[in-house]
C-alpha cells in the first residue's frame, strides 16, 4: 500500500526566506505526482504535476522535483511572502491518487 | 478552466438520514474522486470512478456507496448517516494520469 509522508507538520518562516518542503513516498511505481495548496476551509488548487518522467517543474516562485527511484520529491517557495501561509500537500498517482497529511506553512512579515 | 463543483459548501443532517452529496464536473475526465477530510488524519479516499457506470473502492468505502450514472457527475452516498462520518468531503476530476481539479469542498455535520 502507498503511503505518503511530509514532515515535518507545521513550519514557520520569516518573509523573504527560501524553503523547502518535503515528500517521500513508499511505492516508486507512480504515473506522476502533484503538489497542491489548501487554504483553511476551502479546497484543494494545484500547483505542479510532474510526470514520472520528468525531474521538475517550474511555476513562477515555485519549482518542484521529483527522484523516483528514492520516492523523495521537493517542492522549492523562493522569497516566501505571507500570502503563501496555507498547507501544502503532495500527492502520487498509481490506480489510485494517495495524499500526504500536508504541512501548514506559515510566513511571518 | 475547469470546473468541479460540489452542490453544498454546507450541510447539517440528522442521524440515520440518508445524505447525497453530489459533484459536477465540466470538462469531460473519466476519473472523478470523493475523499473525506479530518484533522490529524489527511485526505483519505473513499470511492473512485474510471468511467461512467464504473467504481472502485478506496481505502474507507465502509458507510458509503457511490454512483455515476453520467460522466459529468460523481454522487456519493451516506446510505445511513452517522456522527462519525461528520467530515469535510471532498470531489475530484481528472483526466487519466493528468492534473486533479477539486471541488470547494462540503462540510457535513451529522447531529
Known amino acids: 500500500k502507498q503511503e505518503v509522508t511530509q514532515i515535518p507538520a507545521a513550519l514557520s518562516v520569516p518573509e523573504g526566506e527560501n524553503l523547502v518542503l518535503n515528500c517521500s513516498f513508499t511505492d516508486s511505481a507512480i504515473y506522476n505526482l502533484q503538489w497542491f495548496r489548501q487554504d483553511p476551509g476551502k479546497g484543494l488548487t494545484s500547483l505542479l504535476l510532474i510526470q514520472s518522467s520528468q525531474r521538475e517543474q517550474t511555476s513562477g516562485r515555485l519549482n518542484a522535483s521529483l527522484d523516483k527511484s528514492s520516492g523523495r520529491s521537493t517542492l522549492y517557495i523562493a522569497a516566501s511572502q505571507p500570502g503563501d501561509s496555507a498547507t501544502y500537500l503532495c500527492a502520487v498517482r498509481s490506480s489510485k491518487l494517495t495524499f500526504g497529511k500536508g504541512i501548514t506553512l506559515s510566513v511571518r512579515p | 478552466d475547469v470546473k468541479v463543483t460540489q452542490s453544498s459548501r454546507y450541510l447539517v443532517k440528522r442521524t440515520g438520514e440518508k445524505v447525497f452529496l453530489e459533484c459536477v464536473q465540466d470538462?469531460?475526465?473519466?476519473?472523478m474522486f470523493w475523499y473525506r477530510q479530518d484533522p490529524g488524519l489527511g485526505l483519505r479516499l473513499i470511492y473512485f470512478s474510471y468511467d461512467v457506470k464504473m467504481k472502485e473502492k478506496g481505502d474507507i468505502p465502509e458507510g458509503y456507496s457511490v454512483s455515476r450514472e453520467k460522466k459529468e457527475r460523481f454522487s456519493l452516498i451516506l446510505e445511513s448517516a452517522s456522527t462519525n462520518q461528520t467530515s469535510m468531503y471532498l470531489c475530484a476530476s481528472s483526466l487519466e494520469r493528468h492534473t486533479a481539479f477539486f471541488g470547494q469542498g462540503t462540510r457535513l455535520t451529522v447531529v
Open positions: 470538462m469531460d475526465h473519466e476519473n
